[in-house]
């Protein structure tokens, strides 16, 4: 029995041995790939040293004698601490994810593939300006420079993702930074998506005038009637099925609440307290881990700039020079539209245009898939643009037999020129040439501010398509793409986009919301992502004559949600302290005791606070109530409040209370019948989720932050690594925003916001600061993988200085590239 006993030990020791060891060799491969950043390195086409010198938050500064060696010192820095990242957004863009992920990811490569973005990116290569091509090609050599020492030195493959899911990272080109831009295009696009939907409730809808209720225009000036969907293009079912939406951590299709969103917002002297202008930005995308954003700064020979950077991109696309300071928001610009292509019964090779029938434009494509053989799609393309799967964001479903739909998108251009225009905008010192410089900007539209240290302006950037008078769906529908008048007529030219320069009151300021009114077909757009946040961002600019760097950071914290301090009154009207008290422990106590505590609310949304949670809960309850009738499965695709469509009915404005009353039942129910059924679901749901205290609920408990891993996020044991999540203040339609999940298990969860923040100075430009939602690193194992995640959640920031003095102290590293001798 001894002996059995000892051999049992032995065996459980040479297990716990191996276990070690294994644990050990993991961590040594993971380890081989963190960056030493002080070191001195010999590197083949640069013309003299350059020094990259990381502060104490790791932000590198990058000092070199030409500003091609800075841009090649840049790439590099980006291949050493987001090198998966930047492999990941090229395979994106390339439709190439299934050689790594295998059939999981092939519908997204298949989609990329038909929207043939990389082959657009190539093609706008040939028409950058030629000091443009230079940077693209010296930022090139910089990464493929890491990508060389890496392999020479054994360097961990790069990354620890790299040993996961082995691959091979081919050498970088201009091309590939010019494709991601287009790949961020796609992630900020939403009108094909808002086309769909308005086309399906169309049909959904037996009376087509509650259309503007369940997708209202933002206020201004009345739109003219349009045409039901069913006449405009025939043929089309009613109630036709939906698909669920495939939402795969690596797809970069977007649903139309997480399509981008941004706030920015600036101050003319007169308007600051220090005689100085102002800005704030914070630009809006969904959360990972880590953060799209990279800190960066770049001495250049015109002067030194500081900002945020997304890995593979040699441009500051956010940020400061000493002289001009630029900040960006999604501009909501109706830049796509949707064509139903006939095809022809006699041909399927052709589809009808206003000349006849006509080929499509066709091309085979093969996705090599991993653990599976390679398939092979035909791509095909239109005079509109190419032709999409009918999976693709339900387009089956409003898609008539005989029939396919495609796209027209100003990202799809080839000649485009993007790129030279934000690089001359880097290096420009005024806001008069940084407007000069911005013209060449293709997609994807923008608002973009600018401020030097007299003159605030915001213009709109971007190719506006030109449209026909008589578009039968004037862009808001899918269209017969055989009627000529349907068709783009080339674009509008880049003074008639909407531009505000120097205003008389000296704030200027977006939130995505409407910026101007016009008649179509110079509109601008149709569909705006905000009606809400601005509310609450004109009165606080307005509540102060003079504002400091100090009130920016408070209104870009700001988590006063307009919408509740609107909404509650309207809805709660009749249930506000009536009826006798009710017995502890029954339904009727519990709202009560909901009540109670809504009343004395101020609408902030703050991270301690329980009534957040009731008021978000019961919205969402209450909206599910009063569309379930009415649009039947259709009612999964409004995942979030649309704050208007419950104001027009509570307010019956054209009668739009007649959502409140249920289809099915003989009696014929109020909004407020509805408000307080939807007030008993919330709390039911409340209790069975948090339990039934609801003044000890706390809201940051539902509204965690989740930067999770794109491809470690759900790996066991090790999501617990590379995940961070973090309880946050704001909500849906806060200044501070974080848009909630809408779906699933946690839907409060807190999945798209402010990733970087920045706000600049041009009193004292050095006391400007920044942040990120994460760290500069990507590696997991790196202490600069998460050190701002809390500084972010609290509302703090970093320095946003040129002073070369102050990133030297405290550096945590100085790299020295020398060209080979």
């Known amino acids: 029995m001894g002996q059995v006993f000892t051999w049992l030990m032995r065996i459980a020791g040479a297990l716990v041995a191996l276990v070690v060891l294994g644990v050990g060799m993991v961590y040594y491969l993971a380890a081989r790939s963190l960056p030493d950043y002080d070191k001195v390195l010999e590197l083949p086409y640069l013309t003299a040293p350059v020094e990259i010198v990381r502060d104490n938050a790791n932000v590198p500064h990058i000092f070199g004698e030409a500003d091609l060696d800075v841009f090649y010192a840049l790439g590099y820095a980006h291949a050493q601490d987001r090198l998966w990242q930047m492999t990941m957004l090229r395979r994106t863009a390339q439709g190439r994810l299934s050689e790594v992920f295998g059939a999981a990811t092939v519908n997204i490569d298949k989609l990329l593939r038909r929207l043939d973005i990389y082959a657009r990116a190539v093609a706008s290569v040939?028409?950058?300006?030629?000091?443009?091509?230079?940077?693209?090609?010296?930022?090139?050599?910089?990464?493929?420079?890491?990508?060389?020492?890496?392999?020479?030195?054994?360097?961990?493959?790069?990354?620890?993702?790299?040993?996961?899911?082995?691959?091979?990272?081919?050498?970088?080109?201009?091309?590939?930074?010019?494709?991601?831009?287009?790949?961020?295009?796609?992630?900020?696009?939403?009108?094909?998506?808002?086309?769909?939907?308005?086309?399906?409730?169309?049909?959904?809808?037996?009376?087509?005038?509650?259309?503007?209720?369940?997708?209202?225009?933002?206020?201004?000036?009345?739109?003219?009637?349009?045409?039901?969907?069913?006449?405009?293009?025939p043929g089309v079912a009613r109630f036709a099925e939906s698909q669920p939406h495939?939402?795969?951590?690596?797809?970069?299709?977007q649903r139309r609440a997480f399509a981008g969103a941004s706030n920015v917002w600036a101050a003319a002297p007169t308007r600051s307290a220090s005689g100085g202008t102002l800005l704030a930005n914070d630009p809006h995308l969904g959360f990972t881990a880590p953060a799209i954003w990279y800190l960066a700064r770049l001495e250049l020979q015109s002067g030194g700039v500081i900002g945020a950077t997304i890995p593979g991109m040699p441009v500051v696309l956010s940020g400061r020079s000493a002289d001009l300071g630029w900040g960006l928001t999604s501009a909501g610009m109706d830049d796509q539209d949707l064509y139903i292509e006939e095809v022809n019964p006699e041909n399927p090779?052709?589809?009808?245009?206003?000349?006849?029938?006509?080929?499509?434009?066709?091309?085979?494509?093969?996705?090599?898939?991993?653990?599976?053989?390679?398939?092979?799609?035909?791509?095909?393309?239109?005079?509109?643009?190419?032709?999409?799967?009918?999976?693709?964001?339900?387009?089956?479903?409003?898609?008539?037999?005989?029939?396919?739909?495609?796209?027209?998108?100003?990202?799809?251009?080839?000649?485009?020129?993007?790129?030279?225009?934000?690089?001359?905008?880097?290096?420009?010192?005024?806001?008069?040439?940084?407007?000069?410089?911005?013209?060449?900007?293709?997609?994807?539209?923008?608002?973009l501010m600018l401020v030097d240290a007299n003159e605030i302006a915001m213009k709109m950037i971007g190719v506006m398509p030109r449209r026909d008078a008589r578009h039968q769906s004037q862009g808001r529908l899918p269209s017969p793409g055989w009627i000529e008048a349907n068709r783009w007529q080339g674009r509008l030219p880049f003074a008639s986009n909407p531009e505000f320069i120097a205003p008389n009151g000296g704030i200027l300021g977006n939130t995505n919301n409407k910026t101007v009114d016009r008649p179509f077909p110079n509109h601008v757009s149709f569909d705006w992502s905000d009606t809400q946040r601005i509310q609450r961002w004109q009165r606080l600019m307005q509540a102060r004559e003079v504002h400091t760097r100090d009130s920016f950071i408070e209104a870009q914290l700001d988590t006063v949600s307009f919408t509740a301090r609107s909404l509650l009154p309207l809805i709660g009207a009749e249930l506000w302290f009536t009826g006798e008290a009710?017995?502890?422990?029954?339904?009727?106590?519990?709202?009560?005791?909901?009540?109670?505590?809504?009343?004395?609310?101020?609408?902030?949304?703050?991270?301690?606070?329980?009534?957040?949670?009731?008021?978000s809960a019961w919205l969402r309850s209450l909206q599910a109530r009063m569309v379930q009738d009415e649009l039947g499965p259709l009612a999964s695709e409004l995942t979030h409040v649309e704050p208007l469509f419950i104001e027009r009915a509570f307010r019956n404005i054209d009668g739009a209370a007649v959502w409140c009353d249920v289809i099915q039942s003989a009696p014929v129910e109020t909004c407020s019948?509805?408000?307080?059924?939807?007030?008993d679901d919330a709390l039911i749901w409340i209790e069975e989720?948090?339990?039934?205290?609801?003044?000890?609920?706390?809201?940051?408990?539902?509204?965690?932050a989740t930067h999770d891993h794109p491809v470690l996020g759900d790996v066991p044991?090790?999501?617990?690594?590379?995940?961070?999540?973090?309880?946050?203040?704001?909500?849906?339609?806060?200044?501070?925003?974080?848009?909630?999940?809408?779906?699933?298990?946690?839907?409060?969860?807190?999945?798209?916001?402010?990733?970087?923040?920045?706000?600049?100075?041009?009193?004292?430009?050095?006391?400007?600061?920044?942040?990120?939602?994460?760290?500069?690193?990507?590696?997991?194992?790196?202490?600069?993988?998460?050190?701002?995640?809390?500084?972010?959640?609290?509302?703090?920031?970093?320095?946003?200085s040129l002073d070369e003095d102050l990133a030297r102290a405290a550096s945590v590293g100085v790299t020295v590239l020398r060209p080979v001798q």
């Open 689 to 704: 989720t948090w339990g039934p205290a609801l003044e000890s609920l706390r809201w940051g408990d539902a509204h965690q």
């Open 349 to 447: 090779e052709e589809y009808r245009t206003p000349d006849g029938f006509k080929a499509f434009e066709t091309r085979g494509s093969i996705i090599n898939i991993k653990d599976a053989p390679p398939i092979t799609i035909t791509l095909r393309w239109t005079d509109n643009g190419p032709v999409l799967p009918g999976t693709h964001y339900n387009l089956a479903s409003i898609t008539p037999k005989g029939h396919v739909a495609s796209l027209a998108w100003t990202v799809l251009s080839p000649k485009d020129t993007t790129m030279s225009a934000a690089l001359r905008l880097m290096r420009s010192n005024s806001v008069r040439d940084g407007l000069v410089a911005i013209e060449g900007f293709v997609a994807p539209a923008q608002n």
């Open 246 to 253: 495939e939402a795969h951590r690596l797809s970069p299709f």
């Open 126 to 233: 040939d028409v950058q300006d030629e000091e443009t091509l230079q940077i693209l090609r010296a930022y090139a050599t910089g990464v493929n420079a890491r990508l060389d020492e890496i392999n020479s030195s054994a360097l961990g493959r790069g990354a620890p993702e790299m040993f996961v899911f082995n691959a091979p990272v081919s050498a970088w080109r201009p091309a590939d930074s010019l494709a991601i831009i287009k790949l961020m295009g796609l992630r900020l696009s939403s009108h094909l998506d808002a086309e769909v939907l308005r086309a399906r409730m169309s049909l959904a809808l037996p009376n087509a005038n509650r259309l503007k209720d369940i997708l209202p225009d933002a206020p201004g000036s009345g739109v003219a009637a349009l045409p039901e969907y069913a006449q405009l293009v």
């Open 582 to 615: 009710a017995p502890e422990g029954t339904p009727l106590r519990q709202r009560q005791r909901a009540l109670t505590l809504l009343a004395g609310w101020s609408g902030e949304m703050n991270e301690h606070m329980p009534e957040p949670l009731i008021y």
């Open 717 to 800: 044991i090790l999501r617990y690594f590379v995940n961070i999540r973090q309880s946050t203040n704001g909500g849906d339609n806060t200044l501070q925003r974080g848009l909630t999940a809408g779906t699933g298990p946690d839907p409060f969860h807190n999945v798209h916001g402010a990733a970087y923040r920045g706000v600049y100075d041009f009193a004292d430009p050095d006391s400007s600061v920044f942040i990120t939602s994460t760290g500069q690193s990507g590696h997991f194992l790196s202490r600069h993988y998460d050190d701002m995640a809390q500084l972010w959640r609290r509302g703090e920031y970093i320095p946003m």
């Open 673 to 679: 019948d509805m408000a307080r059924l939807a007030l």
